[in-house]
């Protein structure tokens, strides 16, 4: 049975760092793209920076561009992000997404089940 947990959540101030973890169980983690979204109160879920199953490819959102660094460890089954220069509109339930194709329209998709990241004075 596959599973996604996440670590590394937090209360820190603005300007301030947190590193998050997901570790994965129960999959051929090197054959998943890795994704962690956000979601904030009231709002939709949103994709936050994502990483080839390689490692060999990340893309980010706008909004964590130069602040955000996704990484991944294919021998620890572990992806991480690095969040650095914290925000308050940072502040979200922090979820880790795998995803990997199972057809020509398909795919597996794992979630996990969230940590909180809380950005404030």
């Known amino acids: 049975q596959a599973q996604l947990v996440e670590s590394g959540g937090g209360l820190v101030q603005p300007g301030g760092s947190l590193r998050l973890s997901c570790a994965a169980s129960?999959?051929?983690?090197?054959?998943?793209?890795m994704t962690w979204y956000r979601q904030a109160p009231g709002k939709e879920r949103e994709l936050v920076a994502s990483?080839?199953?390689?490692?060999?490819?990340?893309a980010y959102a706008d909004s964590v561009k130069g602040r955000f660094t996704i990484s991944r460890d294919n021998t620890k089954n572990t992806v991480y992000l690095q969040m650095n220069t914290l925000k308050p509109e940072d502040t979200a339930v922090y979820y880790c997404?795998?995803?990997?194709?199972?057809?020509?329209?398909?795919?597996?998709?794992?979630w996990g089940q969230g940590t909180q990241v809380t950005v404030s004075s």
């Open positions: 997404n795998a995803k990997r194709p199972a057809g020509l329209q398909s795919s597996y998709i794992y």
């Open positions: 129960g999959l051929t983690f090197s054959s998943y793209a």
């Open positions: 990483i080839t199953s390689a490692g060999d490819s990340t």
